[in-house]
């Protein structure tokens, strides 16, 4: 089974909007990592956030992992159509090399 | 420019033939991964390389095999026992293990579909 499971599978926004989406995952990790995957094309890297960190910035990206809970949060702010895409969330896990990928979040920003 | 090159792109195989899709990167990085993608299911990990002439099975090894002679290439072959190979394939690489260090970079993919 996969480590990292999003919700919602799938979220239809307004250009302007902010986008929201989470990972939950069942091991301990090492970090955790969004990335966003354009219609038949490879993987993007957004972000990384550490096993010891609450929250990260960059651009109009928010992510947040509540370890607790064991779930992290993507946040993405004032929408365009230009992030429409999958979003995956990734776990590097305590096991060499690994990183689980979750089934990912399908995002539509309406213009 | 650095970066991962995966070819082909789209590539078509008969049953029973085998097949080897290409993965070169010029980013220097040790590691090197391949995933498999399916609809609804997210990434898999397929094999992962951390040093030349190295390799691991991840979840989803059998029917595959792999070869890492050098630190640029890391080719991955679709045996014909691989019972349901149509899927898209993703090469990536790491300056280290992922988990550790941090993001993968990844090639822009390969779509076999077996006729």
């Known amino acids: 089974s996969q480590q990292g499971e999003e919700d919602p599978q799938a979220l239809s926004i307004q250009e302007g909007e902010n986008a929201t989406m989470n990972c939950s995952y069942k091991?301990?990790?090492?970090?955790l990592q969004w990335y966003r995957q354009n219609s038949g094309r490879g993987l993007v890297h957004l972000i990384l956030?550490?096993?010891?960190?609450r929250e990260k910035h960059s651009g109009r990206l928010r992510v947040t992992l509540d370890t607790s809970k064991k779930s992290s949060s993507l946040l993405i702010t004032a929408s365009r159509a230009a992030d429409t895409a999958s979003y995956f969330c990734?776990?590097?896990?305590?096991?060499?090399?690994?990183?689980?990928f979750g089934a990912g979040t399908t995002v539509t920003v309406r213009a | 420019d650095g970066g991962i090159t995966q070819s082909p792109k789209y590539l078509f195989r008969k049953e029973g033939q085998n097949v080897t899709l290409s993965c070169e990167q010029n980013?220097?990085?040790?590691?090197m991964y391949w995933y498999r993608q399916d609809p609804g299911q997210g990434l898999r990990l397929i094999y992962y390389?951390?040093?030349?002439?190295?390799?691991q099975k991840g979840d989803i090894a059998e029917g595959y095999s792999v070869s890492r002679e050098k630190k640029e290439s890391f080719p991955l072959t679709v045996t014909s026992a691989q019972k349901n190979p149509t899927a898209f394939y993703l090469c990536?690489?790491?300056?280290?293990?992922?988990?550790?260090?941090?993001?993968?970079?990844f090639g822009e993919g390969s779509r076999l579909t077996v006729l």
């Open positions: 390389s951390q040093i030349v002439n190295d390799f």
């Open positions: 980013l220097n990085h040790d590691a």
């Open positions: 091991t301990s990790i090492n970090n």
């Open positions: 990734a776990t590097g896990q305590r096991s060499p090399g690994k990183l689980s």
């Open positions: 990536a690489s790491s300056i280290g293990l992922a988990r550790n260090t941090g993001e993968l970079f």
């Open positions: 956030i550490r096993s010891n960190e």
